[in-house]
Nanobody
Framework: QVQLVESGGGLVQAGESLRLSCAASGRIFRVGDMAWYRQAPGKQRELVATITRSSITNYADSVKGRFTISRDNAKNTVYLQMNSLKPEDTHVYYC??????????????WGQGTQVTVSS
């Protein structure tokens, strides 16, 4: 059993910062690529940022220069530092991880989501 637990969401004003965390737990052998997605009500989930195990990163154009994804492989944790937040960044943020378990091989897991609300 693998769980991804997110934390760090909340309500902030435009221009402020938040840091999201997502920790994977369970009988994990190895965590590969990790990512952050976000979803607004009535809209499709969209990719925000990805990071490989060797910390190669990629970002959506809408967050480049403002958000930074990072990870700690020893803790099976991924972070999303969000600076200069805008009202349009208001979404539920989900983490996603490619986890290898000896019993079932590679499988993608999702966190439960954390709400980020940015007021103008």
């Amino acid at each position: 059993q693998v769980q991804l637990v997110e934390s760090g969401g909340g309500l902030v004003q435009a221009g402020e910062s938040l840091r999201l965390s997502c920790a994977a737990s369970g009988r994990i052998f190895r965590v590969g690529d990790m990512a952050w997605y976000r979803q607004a009500p009535g809209k499709q989930r969209e990719l925000v940022a990805t990071i490989t195990r060797s910390s190669i990163t990629n970002y959506a154009d809408s967050v480049k220069g403002r958000f930074t994804i990072s990870r700690d492989n020893a803790k099976n944790t991924v972070y999303l530092q969000m600076n200069s937040l805008k009202p349009e960044d208001t979404h539920v943020y989900y983490c996603n991880a490619d986890v290898y378990l000896p019993s079932r091989g590679n499988h993608y897991y999702w966190g439960q989501g954390t709400q980020v609300t940015v007021s103008s």
